[in-house]
């Protein structure tokens, strides 16, 4: 291969390609789209955090607000969990407008997380958003497509590549050259893009950067170049195999259609179809059952908090409850907690289990779809894929279970056996211990954890741009000229 | 020459693929609808059985107390979905179809979703709308693009120039042989539909056929239109991809961006937070201040008292009631504000077509947002019926067995589908008729 000649082809590519005024229409468009979903992303990151901790303060204050009281009543008083959106999430939405983003946290129940974008939505979501990611993702691909296809067909048809070939060009020499073009042109929306985004991470008052993110953001900038390598070479392949211009065309937008966005729907359908799962009523009275069958604490008659009783009493070697040194209604709650939240957990788990299996169908077709592994990956390293949505879930409910047990604990040590009701002034404890028990905080899990959660899409990136460059070897052998 | 014509089209392997790959994908959606309805149906027999068990079991624990009773019980009500829905399953994926309600505080259980995978509501249904307003719009761009350029391109359309009296003629002809085959394909689908959902044959189907029809006509005078210009084929497909994508991809979502940013709803969150402090601030204030409060919405229930010491139902309840009575502003607030997105949703619509067909689609299958504020609508209503009918049972504390249990059943709620709008459909209409005089300025030339 002659790295020279590689270069002229692609630099003629490129000067060939930016004569043309289409080209400049479509590099308007996009770079009005792409400022518009950087705008409209940063919007969405501003105003939705600054409600969300608004709210999380406002609630918090009236929690530190409470006076003396019994802290049962604390239990139900319970708390707020608000989702923050990470700061990465300006530029891609992934699921967050399909997952609640705020729950409330109160004793012996699990409270479903309400208020995601789309049940505000008036249908209009079933069309996407916009974000730089979904740009990046579906447009920058249709535009390499719209301008790759005539690469190497076009100067088949007009002669023009014999006579390349018959000057000394190797096949090699032109396919290489013309991706490296091809690669070059998307570069010219991809490092504003990128440049932009970091001065505005960067530069930015609302948004607190730490080596994470940057680590995060170095992840997307090199997952989308390798993206866009590899379908710089595609369409110039199906450019160069095709016989017209048109057939390459032709076949470059079927591929479009199918790997942005026939095959990811299909996909994901097929995997809900393979594994089903529950309604919510099935997953509460499932739960129902199991906790009735576990012991009930709220049945006065069931069998294992009897035997529970007894025990206690036997240890203590005490007759009554009121002979006990704590309070043994925070004790049973304790424990009816700490059962109804093992099987509630375990029946999340099941859960997301197969929410998990669902995904995996649509996860692997990463090592035939390019698309969707540089998706994943994006929405991964933007804090706003699947997996964030369950963190965000497991810190929720590991608060309550915290604030509930802390509750339960108060109780015992400082309320009396004599208590009859968490009513009124009677019964109550100092008001310093809602103060003393900390805010519920959301933590983004690290970038390490991220990657290891995408490890799948990664090697299946890695593998297409490897291939494709094979992909060029391999053809420039078998290759006819006309 | 028509029938040549039709011979010329049909004898090509690509148009045949195509056409089995189109109904493929009709089918699959179709019975993605079917599963879709039949997961909808299965939760509502559970829930039957479900409220039937639940309501005995509880009974037989709290026998001697309905205060506490009634702090358990869970009420159902049903959104039933329309059959319809199945072809346009819309935001009933996201919006749970199923209320169930105690008859505690109503704000703190209303906006309880349903358990959903969020990556499945991303990738969103792949309903028999979505082929409608998708997919087959791309088979027309397919079929019509070179309508005229393919004749230049391989020389016939000298040919036919010498040959027929009517250039133009010809070209209506090719047009007419593709355009019916694809509604053909697009009948072919809704006879399966209607087998395999068993829909009635019903206004609302009408509406929905229609729709669908004019929809696709917008397409094909769409593509025509770009033909008519008679530049080459690579440039009309070019063209018709892209318009496809503003389309149906860049417009409604940039729209829907807009829409979201423009119109927050921080008040879903303050009435969360409210519908909190509104009730459980009650149980450090004064018994007899709350139940004064009680007493001025409900003057009917003057005559009760609760007259014990400390903690009692009557209290309780009322300081429940407190929960509601003291968010409804912001409750109020939010729902204003949906309105607010949905009005200018619906105005914007009418200008593009592809969001104003999927928009309509929803209305007529009941699975819009509009369809889901009334079910909360209703559910308020049931709701308050509902506590209404026990708070004197509570405040007398009557024997629980004293209630007939049994006539608890799940409700249902439809809404009433006979007033659909289909007087509405005149902006396709006037796009479609705009587009069709610019064909005939364009083919005067031809």
């Known amino acids: ?482 | 020459m028509f029938s040549l014509i039709a011979k010329q089209f049909i004898r090509s392997k690509t148009v045949i693929f195509i056409f089995v790959l189109i109904l493929i994908m009709g089918i699959t959606s179709i019975l993605i609808g079917k599963q879709f309805l039949a997961k909808q149906e299965k939760t509502i027999a559970q829930v039957t059985r479900q409220q039937e068990e639940h309501i005995e079991r509880n009974v037989a624990y709290h026998e001697d107390e309905f205060g506490l009773l009634m702090y358990y019980l869970r009420f159902a009500l049903i959104n039933k979905p329309d059959k319809l829905s199945a072809l346009s399953i819309g935001q009933r994926d996201i919006n749970p179809s199923l209320q169930s309600v105690t008859i505690r505080n109503l704000e703190g259980q209303k906006y309880d979703t349903d358990l959903n995978n969020p990556a499945n509501l991303q990738s969103g249904n792949l309903d028999f709308g979505f082929v409608i307003i998708y997919l087959f719009p791309l088979l027309i761009i397919a079929f019509t693009f070179n309508l005229l350029s393919e004749e230049n391109e391989t020389g016939t359309w000298r040919l036919i120039a010498i040959q027929s009296k009517s250039k133009i003629r010809f070209l209506w002809y090719k047009l007419s042989i593709r355009a019916l085959m694809i509604y053909a394909s697009l009948a072919i689908l809704f006879a399966i539909a209607i087998l395999a959902l068993s829909l009635e044959l019903n206004g609302s189907l009408a509406q929905f056929i229609v729709l669908s029809v004019l929809y696709l006509t917008f397409w094909f005078v769409l593509c025509f239109w770009v033909v008519s210009f008679q530049r080459n084929s690579s440039f009309n497909l070019l063209t018709l991809l892209s318009l496809w994508v503003v389309l149906a991809i860049l417009l409604p979502a940039t729209i829907n961006n807009f829409l979201a940013n423009k119109y927050p709803v921080p008040e879903a969150l303050s009435t969360m937070v409210k519908q909190r402090d509104g009730y459980h601030k009650k149980w450090d204030m004064d018994k007899q201040e709350t139940i004064e409060k009680f007493y001025a919405h409900y003057p009917q229930y003057k005559n009760y008292t609760d007259t014990t010491e400390g903690f009692g139902w009557m209290w309780y309840y009322a300081m429940q009631q407190m929960g509601d009575d003291e968010s409804l502003e912001q409750s109020n607030a939010m729902r204003e504000k949906l309105m607010q997105r949905e009005h200018a949703s619906r105005l914007i619509a009418l200008a593009i077509p592809t969001m104003y067909t999927q928009l309509l689609f929803n209305d007529i299958a009941n699975t819009s947002l509009g369809d889901h504020l009334a079910f909360q609508d209703k559910t308020n209503e049931f709701h308050e019926k509902t506590r209404l009918y026990f708070y004197p049972k509570i405040f007398e504390n009557r024997p629980v067995k004293s209630e007939d249990w049994s006539q608890f059943k799940p409700k249902y709620f439809s809404k009433n589908t006979d007033s659909h709008p289909l007087k509405l459909i005149w902006p396709l209409i006037s796009i479609i008729t705009i587009m069709f005089a610019g064909i005939m300025m364009n083919t005067r030339k031809i």
């Open chain 1, 1 to 482: 291969m002659n790295l020279k000649l590689t270069i002229l082809i692609a630099k003629q590519f490129w000067t060939y390609t930016l004569k043309s005024k289409p080209v400049y229409v479509m590099l308007f468009v996009i770079c009005i789209l792409l400022a518009y979903a950087m705008y409209s992303g940063w919007q969405s990151y501003v105003i939705q955090n600054e409600i969300r901790t608004h709210y999380q303060h406002q609630a918090r204050e009236s929690w530190e607000n409470n006076p003396d009281k019994h802290p049962h009543r604390m239990a139900h008083f319970g708390s707020f969990a608000f989702r923050l959106k990470h700061p990465l999430s300006i530029f891609d939405f992934g699921m967050e407008s399909f997952t609640g983003n705020a729950v409330f946290l109160e004793a012996h129940k699990q409270n479903t997380v309400n208020f995601s974008e789309a049940s505000f939505s008036t249908g209009l979501l079933r069309f996407g958003e916009i974000s730089m990611a979904m740009l990046l993702q579906t447009l920058i691909p249709l535009i390499i497509f719209f301008i790759g296809f005539a690469s190497i067909a076009a100067e088949r048809e007009s002669g023009t590549l014999k006579i390349m070939l018959t000057q000394g060009a190797s096949w090699k020499d032109i396919l290489f050259g013309k991706s490296l073009g091809m690669l070059g042109l998307s570069l010219l929306l991809f490092i504003p893009v990128f440049v932009i985004l970091f001065l505005w991470l960067w530069l930015s008052n609302s948004i607190v950067f730490t080596n994470d993110e940057w680590w995060r953001y170095m992840g997307i900038v090199g997952a989308y170049f390798f993206f866009f390598q590899v379908i710089c070479t595609i369409s110039i392949l199906v450019s160069a195999s095709s016989k017209t211009s048109k057939d390459a065309l032709i076949k470059l937008l079927a591929m479009w259609l199918v790997f942005v966005v026939l095959l990811p729907k299909t996909t994901q359908a097929f995997g809900n179809y393979l594994y089903p799962s529950p309604s919510k009523v099935e997953f509460d009275s499932k739960m129902e059952k199991e906790l009735v069958l576990k012991g009930d604490s709220h049945n006065p008659d069931d069998s294992h908090y009897k035997a529970l009783k007894d025990s206690v009493l036997q240890a203590h070697n005490v007759s009554s409850v009121k002979d006990l040194p704590f309070n043994y209604g925070g004790f049973v709650m304790r424990e009816g907690e700490k059962n109804s939240s093992e099987i509630y957990n375990r029946h999340l788990n099941e859960l997301l289990q197969t929410y998990r299996q669902q995904n995996s169908v649509s996860r692997y077709t990463a090592f035939i779809n390019p698309y969707i592994a540089v998706k994943n990956i994006s929405m991964a390293l933007s804090g706003t894929d699947f997996q964030s949505y369950v963190s965000f879930q497991e810190q929720a409910e590991a608060y309550r279970y915290k604030l509930a047990q802390k509750m339960n604990e108060l109780q015992m040590e400082f309320v009396s056996n004599d208590a009859t009701s968490s009513a009124g002034k009677s019964n109550s404890i100092s008001k310093k211990h809602w103060v003393e028990f900390p805010d519920f905080e959301y933590q983004f899990f690290s970038v390490s954890t991220a990657v290891q959660s995408e490890i799948s899409s990664i090697i299946a990136l890695a593998i297409w741009t490897l291939a494709s460059s094979g992909f060029i070897i391999i053809f420039s052998k078998k290759v006819k000229t006309i």
